[in-house]
């Protein structure tokens, strides 16, 4: 840790005079708590900020209370939960940017309560993260870990890599959104059938039809899909949706992907199955908890490939969601209202 307000990225040069903060005395700092692509570094040099960055802050927490002390706005990943006790210690705290499109470590209730705007990067790493479900996709059904891993040790069983093929399977989507959007084009060539559940959305939604998918009900589609991919967010209706009872419901043979948010799926319960032999595999890279520790229930079990929440980490991915959050953060500070607020004021309905 640096523990200055230099940026770790090359120097911008002096702020523009058109920088929103050239004529306000001294200009904002913004502390850097989790990793930031320099795209968005150099987005809040060159609009005036000061800049203290300092990504290991995650795992240091009377660090990141101190050096919060001093900061205007606060840029984190998924790793600083921001909650009221945090807050306490920042009080020029005006704006904190979440670099990304999850929202679960953010306490809505605390930031609202002391009139701390939001702002994040809401489809930036969508693409991202639907080529990386694909990708879990086809290493499960080709056994591509366990392969590498033999094919690395010279081990030849290849009979016990007999695989299948994607082309028979129905793909359940849990969770429609901006990234099962982009993955429903990835998969239309490559599968049977594509059919969703959204616990907003019922079936006569005109997005299903545009996409070519199938609406079908919860437990219609558990029974129903061969691959099942859950991008839903958690949230108080969604929190352990796929409990014991429902994950029991899958189709056997069935393979799950998650890769919206941990705390979705009974992780314990996905054990037993995944144990029992009655789903196939499973791919994920969203935990309950993260990491998720020593007593993790499916480390080590066949048919499963667990990743450490990578999905949207791509270069591009990370350019874009740097640049967005940055520029929303420059906007609050200057006065002007976000492009991307996670939360709509309080009074003001969200748009539709």
């Given at each position: ?7 770790l990225?090359?120097a911008?040069?002096?702020?523009s005079t058109a920088s ?5 005395g ?6 850097v708590a989790?990793?930031?692509a ?10 005036g900020?000061?800049l203290l960055?300092e ?12 050096r919060?002390a ?6 984190v990943?998924?790793r600083?939960?921001v ?8 009080p020029?705290?005006r704006v904190?940017g ?5 929202l679960d470590?953010?306490?809505r209730?605390a930031?609202e309560e002391?009139?701390v705007?939001?702002v994040?990067?809401?489809?930036a ?5 639907a080529?990386f ?10 056994h ?8 690395a040790?010279?081990?030849?069983d290849r009979?016990?890599l007999v ?8 793909v359940?989507?849990l ?11 990835l998969l239309?060539p490559?599968v049977?059938a ?5 616990p ?26 061969d ?8 949230g ?9 009872s429902?994950?029991?419901?899958l189709?056997a ?9 941990g705390?979705?799926v ?5 054990a037993r199955?995944?144990?029992?032999g009655r789903?196939?595999g ?6 309950a908890v993260?990491?998720p ?12 490939l667990l990743?450490?929440?990578i999905?949207g ?11 967005m959050v ?7 500070l200057?006065?002007?209202p976000p492009l ?6 309080r009074g003001?309905?969200?748009?539709p």
């Amino acid at each position: 840790m640096t523990g200055t307000d230099q940026p770790l990225v090359p120097a911008a040069g002096p702020a523009s005079t058109a920088s929103p903060f050239v004529a306000t005395g001294t200009p904002p700092l913004v502390l850097v708590a989790e990793f930031c692509a320099a795209t968005g570094l150099r987005t809040l040099q060159a609009a005036g900020c000061r800049l203290l960055y300092e990504p290991g802050l995650d795992r240091d927490p009377a660090a990141l209370r101190h050096r919060l002390a001093r900061a205007d706005a606060l840029l984190v990943r998924n790793r600083v939960r921001v909650d009221r006790d945090l807050l306490e210690h920042g009080p020029r705290l005006r704006v904190i940017g979440r670099l990304g499109a999850g929202l679960d470590n953010i306490d809505r209730a605390a930031v609202e309560e002391r009139g701390v705007q939001v702002v994040y990067a809401p489809g930036a790493g969508a693409r991202a993260v639907a080529e990386f479900v694909l990708a879990q996709m086809l290493a499960l059904a080709r056994h591509l870990v366990p392969a590498a891993r033999m094919g690395a040790a010279d081990e030849w069983d290849r009979q016990s890599l007999v695989g299948t093929e994607l082309a028979g399977a129905e793909v359940g989507i849990l969770g429609l959104g901006r990234i099962g959007r982009q993955l429903v084009p990835l998969l239309r060539p490559l599968v049977r059938a594509v059919s969703t559940f959204h616990p907003r959305q019922g079936p006569g939604d005109p997005l299903w039809r545009r996409l070519g998918v199938r609406w079908r009900p919860l437990e219609e589609l558990l029974a129903a899909a061969d691959y099942l991919v859950v991008l839903l967010p958690l949230g108080p209706e969604t929190r352990q949706l796929l409990d014991g009872s429902r994950l029991e419901r899958l189709k056997a043979g069935a393979r799950l992907v998650v890769a919206g948010r941990g705390g979705v799926v009974d992780e314990a319960a996905l054990a037993r199955l995944l144990r029992s032999g009655r789903l196939a595999g499973a791919a994920l890279d969203v935990r309950a908890v993260e990491p998720p520790g020593p007593h993790d229930p499916l480390r080590g079990l066949p048919g499963v490939l667990l990743t450490p929440h990578i999905a949207g980490l791509t270069a591009e991915a990370q350019a874009r969601v740097a640049v967005m959050v940055a520029a929303d953060v420059v906007r609050v500070l200057s006065g002007s209202p976000p492009l991307h607020p996670a939360w709509p004021p309080r009074g003001i309905a969200p748009s539709p």
